[in-house]
């Protein structure tokens, strides 16, 4: 074989070889390994078979273009942090972040250009493109400047199973009986076909001008002298990502020698899902709602307890500078790095996000912590949106501390968006953790030498007063199940709670199928059927193997469950729900988990569920003639003093002996138990038949204070001994003390570029001392002391007394079409963290 032109063919890849520290194993442009020793063999022991000498085999390449700026994506993944990377060393002239451009064989001669049909410039026609895709909202897609004032290069970002169109000048007119005209699209650092990470197509001519859905095509729009403009289709399960792209023509000459010209353009095109496109698996039905799952870059994300919901802002950001590009990397390392078709179905994307988001298993993006001291990162309550985090982790890639369910969340929506993924943030007030899959949460007590009902630390089931995820819209071919049924909103959350398959992730669970009580569709329907539907059992343990029922209740998991409503705007809700009605920008999804309360149909799904579950379990217990009935608290304030009563009744027809019994604890949000506020038993009286009585019990302030911790949550139980009956009545619930919200003074408009004052200022209700007090800031109204968002440090805060303090702002230019701008605002301390507040105003004309 001619070996100059086997040299010619793959120079390139021996130069990448010899260059590549990490001496990975080399590969040429279709992905087929190249021996290190037997190609240099004068014979074809160990070519490929494609590469075995045949006349018409042997071609001579071309390369030819512009210089590749930025690094590929490999490339960037492969550097352990930002600051190592060579762009950033400017003392040393070697690096730099411009990328050596392939070179196969030598540089086409100015004869060759004018004779074969070769690519003179391309244009991606970025503004057609991003707005016909539904991208325009993306910075990269924008003129913008780099922090160090150059000016960025703008970005193609398109989305699949659609059409976009490419204009190419030729340095001659195109001619399609004498032109070989291949386009090549590929991703990843070795692209195979099969893996669907390398397409190779030639144009489509004639009258059939339709496409495969899961094909690459192209067709000529337009031909006008040496320009042609054509469009290229995306298949609907391409691998999302960033694509290379060449223009490759092949010229023969008098004596039958085949040249490659291949055009290789410098950027790469950034492809994403598509939910407009009813060949995508995330389609979505209604497409105004896609303004608010895929588009809109701000929220809200609730949090408290059912009786008492709170709301805090959260920015989004998927679509700010830098947070596409970080999302693309993230999923790559759920991935492993590893680019094949599976990051092409949204059934494996999603998993693999909520895999990733925590840290537990890959170094993914969060740290989760429940307990202990913050000082050595971010309280989680302190974080008002997504952005801060993406890019401390990207600058440092070390998982950044630290986050709870909401910020997992938070995150979660941040980057399906940024995919092209219809995400929301859910949260599920009364929410159940079943460490062991029964579907029921089952709690043990026994009875202490003063004949007190003591819980035992035991079985791992707990009632959190909230936990937040993530549902995601997508078809569901993998199930085994000819019904669709089970397409639609699916569960997934990146909280590591339990593990599945060896790692901590869950879903996607069809919400379709947690509603049936069908634990065996999807992933991890179990834990999420019973986080919303399940039984909550208490047990007496009275001998060291007998267990009575003392109480079952059917109805106390799983309750308004919340998102917000999909109005494609910024949230224009209340930071708190305490008590009230007309709840604004809430949309109640407990319908979509569980049927009505009490129904058939809902019983019926409990059956199903405790039947898969085969840990099928029907505790019969008898009514008891008592009836307690725990007195909301709803409305009081952090410092102040107050009182929780609870109302005894006999329903039934004989007078009855009670002895009550009331406790307060304080408690985590996640149901674990912190400390005693206060116990105390009550003398036994008679009740009549018919009769009601309350019974309360007083807290002051100056008791649960050095108590309670973040969230200020508590649970009261209350127990009633029923002598005649020989049994226990027992019955708990949670709630937690108001704390102040942040009040923002400020405009409701204002000119793009203006400078405005906000006033930002709350109410200090203790009688204490407020340290270590910081505000964070982020959104798109800009900090003139902090641009790019951040901390503020102030002052330590009084006791009784008002903090407050003038903010400087101007809204962001980019986007411009946009007229919404948004600030977020979290007031964090010691003593009182978690006060929120937010503001958006309208740019005028």
Known sequence: MDLLSLFNRHFDMYSRYRNNSRRAIPTDRRGDYIPRYTNRRRNNNGLPSYMRHTESSIRRTRSYGPQRLKPRPWERDNRPSTADHPAN??????????????????????????????????????????????????ENTMEREGEDGKTLDRELVIRRAAEFQVTIEFYRPYNKKQDDLTFIFKTGEHPLPKAGTLASFKLQEGADRSYKPDSWGARIVKLDGNFMTMAVYVPAKCVIGEWEFVVKTIFEDKDGKKTSFRYEYPEDIIILLNPWSSDDAVCYPTEKLLDEYVLNDGGALF?????????????????????????????????????DGNMGDPVQISRALSRIVNNNDDNGVLVGKWSGGYDDGTRPTAWTGSIKIIQQYMETKEPVQYGQCWVFSGVVTTICRALGLPCRSVTNFASAHDSDLSCTIDKVYILDDDDDLIKLDIGGDSVWNFHVWNEVYMQRPDLPTSSTDYNGWQVIDATPQERSDGFFCLGPAPVAAVKKGAINIGKDTPFVFAEVNADSIDWLLDDVDEYYVLN??????????????????????????????????????????????????????????????????????????????????????????????????????????????????????????????????????????GQETKIKLDVPADLYLPKVVEHFAMKVTATCLVTEEHRRVILEDDFRLRRPDLTIEAPETCKPGETIKIKVYFDNPMNKTLTKCKLMIEGSLRSTEIPNGGTIDFPDVPGNSR??????????????????RDLFLSFDCVELPDIVGFHGLDLSD
């Open 803 to 820: 903090w407050e303090t003038i903010l400087t702002v101007k809204p962001k230019i980019k986007p411009t079409k946009l007229k919404e």
């Open 303 to 339: 949090y408290g307890n059912y009786r008492q919901i709170g709301s805090r802002g959260w920015n989004f950001g998927q679509f700010a500078d830098g947070i596409l590009d970080a999302s693309l990397h993230i999923l790559r390392k759920a991935f492993g790095f590893k680019i």
């Open 552 to 689: 079952v209740v059917k109805d106390k998991i799983g309750k308004k469950i919340s998102t917000k409503e999909p109005t494609g705007k910024r949230f224009r809700g209340n930071l708190s729900y305490f008590g009230r009605r007309g709840d604004i920008d809430r949309e109640d999804l407990t319908l979509s988990y569980k049927y009505e309360e009490g129904t058939s149909e809902e019983r019926d799904a409990v059956a199903l569920a405790a039947k898969l579950s085969n840990t099928d379990k029907n505790p019969y217990i008898t009514d008891s003639m008592i009836e307690l009935k725990l007195e909301d608290q709803d409305e009081v304030i952090v410092g102040k003093d107050f009182s929780y009563s609870v109302m005894v009744k006999n329903v039934g027809d004989k007078s009855l002996t009670i002895k009550v019994g009331m406790k307060i604890e304080s408690m985590t949000y996640y149901g674990d138990a912190v400390d005693m506020i206060i116990h105390k038993k009550f003398d036994k009286m008679k009740i009549q038949a």
């Open 89 to 138: 060393d400017s003392t040393d002239t070697t690096n730099t972040n411009e990328v050596p451009k392939p070179t196969i064989g030598r540089e086409a001669t100015p004869e060759e250009l004018t004779t074969v049909l070769t690519v003179k410039n391309i244009n991606l026609n970025i503004d057609d493109n991003v707005k016909l895709h539904h991208t325009d909202k993306y």
